[in-house]
Structure formats: structure tokens, C-alpha cells
């Protein structure tokens, strides 16, 4: 049996940096703002797994008025949602994931990141797909306020 879930986030930037995104640490002027660590991407890759399995959402999971989550790094998050997923028979297929984001270019990141997912889930690189947009100078996104992920995962269940 093959399910597909889909996941999506944003957060607002704040001066600072470095930039938090799939688990890594990306040099920038600006972070994002969030109770936990506020990685915009393992929060959509979160979501579109929870989703996938029919299983809860981050924001019950994982509550932003639990004084546990303050800061937290997210790849707790996702290591304990694919486990929960896990738990419920599927394994994943793959994901593919975008991120909006004006600034900082994140090609050159993409690599690492996709790495970085794929050691948290314990899966293969090549099982993580990640693309890098902008926002056109339009919007949220392209004023450089925000930044967006989204995130689609296909999982299979055994017989
Ligand atoms: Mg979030």
C-alpha cells in the first residue's frame, strides 16, 4: 500500500543568523523565529510524513506551549514522527521538498541538507528530493520576511 502525505510551513526572519533550515546550519544575516528551533523545512518533511501515515500533525505532537520544545532542535521532532510512522507498518519511499526563500541562494546547501535529512530518517539520500525557489521579489517570501517549505512524502506499507 502506498500513501502520499503533503506538509507545509513558514516562518518569519529575524536579524541574526545563522539560518536554521533541514537541520543545518546555513551562514546568513537573518534566522527564522520560532519556539523551537524553527527549521521551516524538518517541520514540512514532519508534517507530510505525519500525514502520510494518517498519524497526527507537529503542532499536537509536538505543542509550542510545552516548555520542552523551547529551542529544540527539530530533528527531534522528525526522528520521533518517522518513528511514530514506523511504528504504524510504513517506511519511506521518498520526498521531495521546495523552499522559498529570497535570500541566502540555498543551491549551494542542497547537498548537505538532503544528507542531513536522510541521516535523521535513516534513509538514503537519494530517497530525499529538495529544490531551492525564491520569491520573485513578491510577497512575504520575496520581501525577505518569511521563509516557506513544502514537503510531499510517499510511504508503503508492507502486506
Ligand atoms: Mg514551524
Do not use: W
Request: charged share 20%; with cysteine.
Amino acid at each position: 500500500m502506498l500513501r502520499i502525505g503533503l506538509g507545509e510551513d513558514s516562518h518569519r526572519t529575524q536579524p541574526g543568523g545563522p539560518l536554521r533550515i533541514g537541520g543545518v546550519n546555513v551562514p546568513h544575516d537573518h534566522s527564522l523565529v520560532g519556539h523551537s528551533d524553527a527549521d521551516v523545512l524538518l517541520h514540512a518533511v514532519t508534517d507530510a510524513l505525519l500525514g502520510a501515515a494518517g498519524l497526527t500533525d507537529i503542532g499536537r505532537l509536538f505543542p509550542n506551549t510545552d516548555p520542552a520544545n523551547r529551542g529544540r532542535d527539530s530533528a527531534d521532532f522528525l526522528r520521533l514522527a518517522y518513528a511514530q510512522v514506523q511504528a504504524a507498518g510504513f517506511e519511506l519511499v521518498n520526498l521531495d521538498c521546495v523552499v522559498a526563500a529570497e535570500r541566502p541562494r540555498l543551491a549551494p546547501h542542497n547537498d548537505v541538507i538532503r544528507q542531513r535529512i536522510a541521516e535523521i530518517l535513516g534513509v538514503s539520500p537519494t530517497q530525499i528530493g529538495l529544490k531551492a525557489k525564491t520569491g520573485e521579489g513578491v510577497g512575504p517570501v520575496g520581501r525577505g520576511e518569511s521563509i516557506e517549505a513544502r514537503c510531499v512524502a510517499l510511504v508503503t506499507k508492507g502486506q
